[in-house]
Each structure stands twice: as C-alpha cells, then as structure tokens.
C-alpha cells in the first residue's frame, strides 16, 4: 500500500507566523511552491498559502493606492492570515487517504507532521505524480 512517505515533499520550508506577509511571499516566490507551513517552537501553528497573501493584500472592496499594499506587505504578520491548527497527515498515513482529504475539503496541499514536527508536505502536484507513475506502470504491463 503507498504510503505519504512515498510522495510527500521532505523537510518543506517553514516559516514563523512573526514573519511578514512579504517574507512568506517572497520565501514562495522564490521556492516556486503555494503554501508554507508555519512552525513556532518546533511546532507546527498554522499554514499560509498564496491565495491568502492575495486576499489580504488586494481585496476587491477596498480602493487604494499601491503604497498601501506595500505597507501591508511589511507590517502584516503571517500569524493575521494563516490557517491556524491545519488539517496534517502522518508519513505512514495511506496516500489514498490524503487524496481523499484534499479532493473532499478542496485542498491543494497538506502538512505532514511526525509527532509536532513537520516533516513533509504532500500536494495535489505530488498526487499528479503518483498518477502519473501508476498509468505509465499500467501501459507498460499491457505490452
């Protein structure tokens, strides 16, 4: 049976939720990932995505000018926009588990956690790949 620890991403970047809202975009930006794990104390809090940088960011029902996105930027703290205490698998969790968890609650990633430490991240990209796997593995035993 596979497990998460097949697929997951291993030691993911974190991030403090003291952090700005700008460092975490900037850590994602460059790292070409969607969402960090946010760690206090060796412990995971909380779970910060792009999508919720946007939101902060650039709501649709406040007008402003762009120096004020900046502002945010710099002095909102990633503890004000995360998703705190998030939904986490374990390493030996059935992979086939955590599909069902991010296709039901329309997630795009999941922490991976092994007692309070994250230890991975399993994404929707990384489930692509384990699909990917499987049907190449089934056209080659059709030949």
């Not at 952090?19 to 412990?43: C, D, H, I, Y």
């Not at 779970?47 to 120096?67: E, F, G, H, Q």
């Not at 390493?91 to 990633?109: C, D, M, N, Q, Y």
Request: net charge neutral; glycine share 6%; proline share 8%.
């Amino acid at each position: 049976m596979l497990k998460v620890a097949d697929y997951m991403t291993p030691n993911p970047v974190t991030i403090s939720p003291s952090n700005s809202l700008r460092t975490a975009m900037q850590m994602m930006e460059s790292g070409g990932f969607r969402r960090l794990p946010v760690v206090e104390g060796g412990k995971l809090v909380g779970i910060i995505t792009d999508r919720d940088i946007r939101l902060a960011v650039n709501s649709p029902l406040v007008l402003r000018d762009k120096w004020y996105d900046s502002y945010l930027l710099d002095h909102v703290d990633v503890e004000a926009c995360m998703t705190p205490d998030p939904v986490t698998v374990s390493p030996s969790t059935p992979l086939v588990e955590a599909a069902r968890i991010l296709r039901e609650r329309k997630f795009s990633g999941l922490p991976v956690i092994d007692g309070p430490r994250v230890v991975g991240i399993i994404t929707v990209t990384d489930m692509l790949g384990c699909l990917i796997n499987l049907l190449e593995e089934g056209e080659r035993r059709s030949k």
